[in-house]
């Protein structure tokens, strides 16, 4: 009924307005031909819909009272600024991690701020704008864990948690090498980190940030192995060749970098979450 009504009501409004036009050209020329199909996500020049996986503090939940509706993060308030900046009003769509690049390149979604990671795999799909925050990954386990202390640790037999498609499960994968039967893989690091809590698993393997403030709130601990996990730089996605959205996303980080906002927001978040 709905969908009628909208439907209706747009077939109405270019009748009039087609009507309209050809009054104010005197009927000389023919009209603009009238289409209901709506214009793609990102030609939509009032709404910068963003695309982020809403399971990832303290970059992006979601909470009763959001910044932006029910989500909230420090991805939100860049994303938030960036829209406000250019008279845009944000539009926040929350899915699987896995479908953001897909989701990007297809025009879907305007952009991905979801604590991204810049790959050379992803770089071929979208372009990435300049970075914001520099993580790693860690491994949260059990607070009396005593027998996980680097990453070489994790292939002596034991259950390992990743988040689909993160670069957690890129490294245990691949650079680590677990084998593929002690792998678990979730969707959300929520979820991955609850199988620590209650001893399906050993260890997850997540990014720094979040993976603090996952272990605080489930009474976990973190043990990081710099010398097997190297630092990673998140960036915001947009679709190939979108130029002139990448320089608007660009203009608004290099002036929260520069007067130490990003800073600020990752301090906020960061201890409103509960992590360091
Ligand atoms: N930084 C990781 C990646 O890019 C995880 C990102 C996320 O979970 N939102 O794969």
Known sequence: ??????????????????TAALASC??????????????????????????????????????????????????VAIAK??????????????????????AVSTGKIDMAVAGMTVTEERQQNVDFSDTYYTASQVMVVPADNEDIKTAEDLKNGKLVGVVL?????????DTIGVSEEN??????????????????????VIDSATGKALAEANGLKVV?????????EY?????????ELLDKINKVLAEMKASGEIEELA??????????
């Open 81 to 102: 600024k960036i829209a406000d900046e250019n008279g845009m009003t944000l539009k926040i769509e929350d899915m699987e991690f896995d479908g953001l690049v897909a």
């Open 26 to 75: 005197g009927g000389s020329d023919a009209p603009a031909p009238v289409t209901e199909t709506a214009p793609p996500a990102a030609a939509n020049g009032d709404e910068l819909i963003m695309g982020t996986n809403a399971a990832f503090q303290p970059f992006e939940y979601v909470t009763e009272n959001g910044l932006v509706d029910i989500y909230d993060g420090i991805d």
């Open 224 to 232: 990081e192995d710099p010398a097997a996990f190297e630092s990673e």
């Open 235 to 243: 960036a915001i996605a947009v679709q190939k060749g979108n130029t």
């Open 165 to 173: 498609g993160y670069t957690g499960d890129n490294i245990v994968t």
């Open 1 to 18: 009924m709905k969908t009628n009504f909208k439907k209706i009501t747009a077939i109405l409004a270019a009748a009039v307005l087609s």
């Open 183 to 204: 792998i678990t893989r979730a969707n959300r690091g929520i979820d991955i980190v609850q199988d620590v809590k209650n001893g399906k698993l050993d260890a997850v």
């Open 267 to 276: 301090v906020k978040y960061n201890s409103e979450v509960g992590a360091e």
